[in-house]
């Protein structure tokens, strides 16, 4: 019984984290389309964590390392990857109940959070400072971050929705 509890948070959590990362990917097309917006190139996020098998951790400019060997197929399997995680640590810290009655506050709450991982860990690492410092526009650089993880939550919410739509359908 514990197994099929085990397998069942991780099917939710796959299925949640995917549905709310795809909309976050559906928001970054329309930004960059759309609006004119630039995005994060995944393939840097590849490279970033291919050269950790080099030891390195951290650059001056993630653009000047190094390519790396399939660091696109890389980088957009740990952005996914990513996703899952924080939609796992939501059903986690507020419970599977949440997903039988989705509520907009703990999801949008999530993706806040989430963006704590590019300021403080992915974008130090880039070379571009902490929250986007030395970036030529540090402030818009946060704005758009912020925009882009609470578009994460409100992908959570709404792929929560869908699930237990699904659920109750059947």
């Not at 399939?70 to 997903?99: D, M, N, Q, R, S």
């Amino acid at each position: 019984m514990v197994i099929s509890g085990v397998n069942e948070f991780i099917v939710q959590a796959v299925i949640l984290g995917v549905g709310a990362t795809v909309v976050m990917d559906a928001w970054a097309l329309f930004q960059r389309h759309v609006l004119g917006v630039p995005t994060l190139n995944y393939a840097m996020v590849g490279r970033w964590l291919g050269r950790m098998t080099y030891g390195e951790f951290a650059h001056a400019s993630i653009a000047d390392a190094s390519d790396v060997k399939g660091e696109t197929v890389l980088g957009w399997g740990a952005h996914y990857l990513i996703g899952i995680l924080f939609a796992a640590i939501l059903i986690a810290v507020v419970g599977e109940k949440w997903l039988s009655a989705p509520t907009l506050w703990p999801a949008v709450m999530a993706g806040v959070i989430s963006v704590s991982a590019p300021f403080l860990i992915m974008q130090p690492a880039f070379g571009l400072g902490v929250a986007a410092a030395k970036m030529p526009s540090p402030l818009k650089a946060r704005i758009r971050s912020v925009i882009t993880h609470v578009i994460y939550g409100l992908g959570l919410y709404l792929t929560a929705l869908l699930m237990q739509y699904v659920s109750d359908s059947f």
